[in-house]
Structure formats: C-alpha cells, structure tokens
C-alpha cells in the first residue's frame, strides 16, 4: 500500500502551500507566523491566484481554496486556528517529511514570529 502523502501524481494543495512557504520570495503573501507548523495568508487571493494558475483553473479564489482546505481538517493535515483570520496549522508530521523541525525551517528561511502575538 503506498503512503498518499507521498505518492506521485498531481501536486495537492497542502503540497503547493508548503512550496510556497518554502520559498522566500512569496512571503510578502503567504508565511510561517513562527509559532510552530502555523501558517498566514496575508494575500489569500494572491495563494488562490497561484494555486488556480498551477492546475489550470482560472476561475480559482479564496472561497474554492478554503473549501480544499477544509478537506484536510478530518484528515489531520491541516487545520484552521481559531480565533485568527487565514490563519492555519499543518497538524501531519512535517518534521519527517522535511527533515527539519519548523525551528531548523524557520531559521532557514529567516522567519521573526509575529508581533502581533
């Protein structure tokens, strides 16, 4: 039996989000809050408007991408944190799948947790 969180094929959302959060040059719109595996969309539309141009769905937004989020909270791979607007947690185990700790990661990629905590 193959792992899905491994298996090759098409790129999944949670895969894109942590492309995107991997990368330095998109963090003016989508970045780690420091605080763990937690992540903000500071531009959803922008996340939605990549995310549409990678699988070739020009009419994507915020509210399509949110409900592919939402098909991760019974799977235990993401989840929303309460109380905070775009913002969410990978709850999987990054860790293994990285090879890092989201310390290692954030030092990485030069990560300050928010102020506004």
Known sequence: MTDP????????????????LTDKSCQSFI???GDG???????????ARR????KNKPKMNYEKLSRGLRYYYDKNIIHKTSGKRYVYRFVCDLKSLLGYTP?????MLDVKPD???
Request: net charge negative; aromatic share 14%.
């Open 115 to 117: 102020a506004d905590e």
């Open 31 to 33: 970045s780690w809050t």
């Open 5 to 20: 969180k491994t298996s090759s094929g098409p790129i999944q959302l949670w895969q894109f989000l942590l492309e995107l």
């Open 37 to 47: 595996w937690e992540f903000k969309l500071s531009d959803p539309d922008e996340v």
């Open 51 to 54: 995310w549409g141009k990678r």
């Open 103 to 107: 310390e290692e990661l954030h030092a």
